[in-house]
């Protein structure tokens, strides 16, 4: 009787181990599948939310669960105080929906969406507080509205007639979206919180107001309605249509910016120092740093960070100059070889060709060559650019380069063609749109040091497939421009968090070797006040991929593999630091040392 007892008690035990593990599988599996829905919901209201996102990203909205009928045809809202109150709420709503979600009962692959998402909404969150609410300036000399606008359009994709009636929409939207931002722009400077490179402003819109109806832009989008094929009537009045709506709305949009900016000057209303004179000045710059560094280091570990590599940067070039003196003569004297490359194209093939010695195989890296919109391309300086395709696009990915780059076999442009196309950004949402299944990750996740870091990762390490010039000044001259960069990066930090003068950053310039004065100190002093952590994306981001790859090349010896390497910090997609750091730690766990 005893021994009975004992096994029914038995078995009643194992029947409870047995009920609570699959109620435990159970909820395991409702929080996934809750997890998921709303990442997808998140995807969703944010395409249905701006319809310039929706139509860049998917070509077959409705295959991604999207309602195009439930956007408004324009380019987003208003910079008012009304629409900031109610993006703190919606971000509010989200984030406590988020903050359910157990992340420990999550998959491998969900914690790494979970703790991206994470990040970059808590940023949010802070960046929206009230008191930093006219802080971000709109029209910053590097990337602000007046450039976002001539390439959106000069790249707008026309897909069906459907979308020619909707480009006239936008193009007529320009004038008032433009004077919501400027009506911004003016409490910006009555509060006392403006600080734009005016003249540079200026000068790029009067280009564009120059040139009329004769623009490149407004002829990119007329090519775009005769890509169509429509009958010849048709065609021509939408074009009609089109040049009307630009000459309404585009030209008188950027004539208002010069007009404001002009005001502005003769106000006296811009600062010209950095963020830390303003009252949270440095603040907002540790949000902002954070954010373009995709990690939560501080700004003193950032500067840390940046003046050790530096330091590291220059014992690898005396290194090299020690080993290699003559070789380094072109470098010295500013006379560097030529690549013997003729066109992008020859560059571009290349690198496709030998692509797979160092980084995963993706199955499609087809693509074509454009030329860069020719007034954008005379008037910022871009050699090259990557235009992100849609989700479901199924054409060529596109390089868009400078048809004004006088030398295409310079260094210079063999580094830009690597950075944005092979093995760079070309290659890397190549390799992410094949490999990553969430649509989040993809195409919202704003980590702009992962995406700008690994694609400069990638330019220098496809200098070591380039054949015909000494590798030791193929070194040296990485190391050479990585010294700069990060003397750069801590002039970035002084300027606006510690107040720098120009003085000051002409002296600490100075007292790191860089002989640098007159109009070139306040041409590169300028350029980083009016564009507070713009550099940081490029080599912070960099320096943290450089780190991770000489901790797994120190924890693996011999067993370390370029290749293997590189596919754990691609594997995740565009994700902060410290997923791609987990990646890597169980990369070399699994590695067996």
């Not at 993706?362 to 919109?373: D, F, P």
């Not at 330019?459 to 497939?465: D, N």
């Not at 010039?469 to 193929?474: E, N, P, T, V």
Request: proline share 3%.
């Amino acid at each position: 009787m005893r021994r009975t007892i004992r096994t029914a008690s038995f078995l009643l035990a194992g029947l409870l181990a047995l009920s609570l593990a699959g109620c435990s599988q159970v909820k395991i599996g409702y929080e996934q599948e809750k997890f998921d829905a709303f990442m997808q919901d998140v995807f969703v209201n944010t395409m249905q939310s701006d319809y310039t996102t929706a139509h860049t990203f998917l070509q077959n909205p409705a295959d991604f669960g999207v309602d195009m009928e439930k956007i408004p045809v324009n380019l987003g809202d208003r910079f008012t105080q009304e629409n900031m109150e109610k993006q703190r709420e919606q971000l509010r709503e989200t984030n406590d929906t988020f903050r359910e979600f157990d992340r420990d009962l999550l998959t491998a692959e969900q914690q790494d969406i979970y703790d991206t998402f994470d990040a970059q909404i808590a940023l949010e969150i802070q960046f929206s507080d009230a008191k930093f609410d006219y802080y971000a300036p709109l029209f910053e000399s590097m990337s602000g509205l007046q450039f976002q606008l001539p390439t959106l359009f000069a790249d707008w994709e026309v897909r069906s007639e459907q979308d020619v009636q909707d480009l006239i929409t936008l193009v007529q939207d320009v004038k008032p979206y433009v004077a919501s931002a400027l009506d911004y722009t003016q409490k910006q400077a009555d509060m006392g919180l403006l600080m734009l490179d005016l003249d540079a402003v200026a000068d790029y819109c009067s280009g564009i107001v120059q040139a009329g109806e004769q623009s490149a832009i407004l002829s990119a989008m007329s090519a775009g309605i005769d890509s169509l094929n429509l009958d010849p009537e048709r065609a021509e009045t939408y074009k009609n249509e089109l040049a009307q709506a630009f000459t309404d709305s585009f030209i008188p949009a950027f004539q208002y910016i010069c007009d404001t900016m002009d005001g502005l000057k003769a106000s006296g209303k811009n600062h010209t120092l950095g963020l830390a004179q303003f009252e949270h000045g440095k603040e907002y710059y540790e949000l902002l740093l954070r954010q373009s560094i995709g990690a939560d280091q501080s700004v003193q570990e950032v500067r840390e960070m940046m003046e050790t590599a530096g330091r590291d940067h220059l014992k690898n070039l005396s290194a090299i100059l020690l080993q290699n003196p003559t070789a380094l003569l072109p470098l010295a004297e500013n006379n560097l070889p030529e690549t013997g490359y003729g066109s992008y194209q020859e560059i571009l093939d290349a690198l496709g060709e030998k692509i797979f010695t160092l980084f995963p195989e993706v199955r499609e890296l087809s693509y074509h060559i454009v030329a860069v919109n020719e007034e954008i391309a005379s008037d910022t300086g871009v050699e090259a650019y990557f235009k992100i395709p849609p989700l479901d696009g199924t054409s060529p990915k596109q390089l868009r380069v400078n048809p004004n780059t006088g030398d295409v076999s310079s260094l210079s442009t063999y580094s830009t063609v690597a950075h944005e196309g092979f093995p760079g950004h070309m290659y890397q949402y190549a390799y992410m749109y094949e490999h990553v299944d969430s649509n989040y990750i993809k195409v919202l996740s704003n980590v702009p040091a992962y995406t700008e870091g690994y694609a400069v990762y990638a330019q220098y390490e496809a200098l070591k497939e380039l054949e015909g010039i000494d590798q030791a000044l193929l070194d040296a001259y990485r190391e050479n421009e990585l010294i700069s960069y990060c003397a750069i990066i801590v002039c970035d930090i002084g300027i606006h968090y510690e107040g720098w003068s120009i003085e000051e950053f002409t002296s600490y310039l100075n007292s790191q070797g860089f002989s640098l004065a007159g109009e070139d100190a306040r041409l590169q002093y300028e350029q980083l006040w009016a564009n507070p952590c713009a550099f940081e994306p490029y080599y912070v981001g960099y320096e943290q991929f450089r780190a991770l790859k000489e901790k797994a090349q120190d924890a693996l010896g011999n067993q370390f593999q370029e290749k293997a390497f590189n596919e754990v910090i691609l594997r995740s997609g565009t994700v902060p630091f410290s997923v791609v750091e987990r990646n890597v730690e169980v990369y070399i766990k699994n590695s067996g040392v």
